[in-house]
């Protein structure tokens, strides 16, 4: 495909999982506006889903059943690796991107320095600790199950810090934002053809 053909082509992707404990139906568009319909029956889940379509760009529709009689975990989980799939599934063999991202995002007294590798390896480097262990009624472990669901699906190297912060609500709400920003930055196109990569492929 030719570099000018990379330009038009809006990169997209989209998923359905279902399982006997959540169904999750999604369609992402890389190149996209920031809108975002999403109802996954978490509340705090929507918000910061929201803001990824937001400040990443993205187009992200995402409808989520899951069993959160039992806990929110298996939808939260489930989320994570339905965006991971369509993720991969718009960027395919990642010709032209960017590759690497970065982003520093506060928020008041909260810091967060997120970066992204496309590299076709999923890795994913934690370095977030929380003052509680929830925000509301979410339980703030499953924010790393999230995000480590992500990158395995996307296959995707990805450092995730908070420098400092006591409100945990403004901690991972940076968390979010930075990621998102990384992101964009990662799969933003350069103009060339070519695979960012000296092996010639970002699949593994």
């Not at 509340?43 to 992200?60: I, K, Q, R, T, V």
């Not at 339905?82 to 599934?89: E, N, S, T, Y």
């Not at 690497?100 to 320095?113: C, I, K, M, Q, W």
């Not at 076709?120 to 977030?128: E, I, M």
Request: a negative charge; aromatic letters at 6%; charged letters at 25%.
């Amino acid at each position: 495909m030719k570099a000018d053909s990379l330009t038009k082509a809006k990169r997209a992707g989209a998923h359905r999982r279902s399982t006997k404990e959540t169904t999750v139906e999604m369609q992402l568009t890389v190149d996209g506006g920031g809108k975002a319909d999403v109802a996954t029956g978490i509340g705090f889940l929507d918000h910061m889903l929201e803001l990824l379509a937001h400040h990443g760009e993205l187009d992200l529709s995402v409808q989520a059943h899951g069993d959160l009689h039992v806990d929110f975990h298996h939808t939260v989980e489930d989320v994570g690796l339905v965006l991971g799939d369509c993720l991969a599934q718009a960027l395919g063999d990642k010709a032209g991107v960017n590759r690497f991202g970065v982003a520093y995002v506060p928020l008041d007294e909260a810091l967060s320095r997120v970066v992204v590798d496309l590299s076709g390896r999923p890795y994913l480097s934690w370095r977030v600790r929380f003052t509680s262990d929830r925000v509301g009624d979410f339980p703030t472990e499953l924010f790393q199950d999230f995000f480590r669901a992500l990158s395995d699906r996307a296959r995707l190297t990805l450092h995730v810090e908070t420098l400092y912060g006591d409100n945990n609500h403004h901690i991972i709400e940076t968390v979010f934002k930075a990621f998102a920003r990384s992101l964009r930055e990662a799969t933003r196109r350069t103009g060339s053809a070519n695979v960012p990569s000296t092996k010639g492929t970002l699949k593994d």
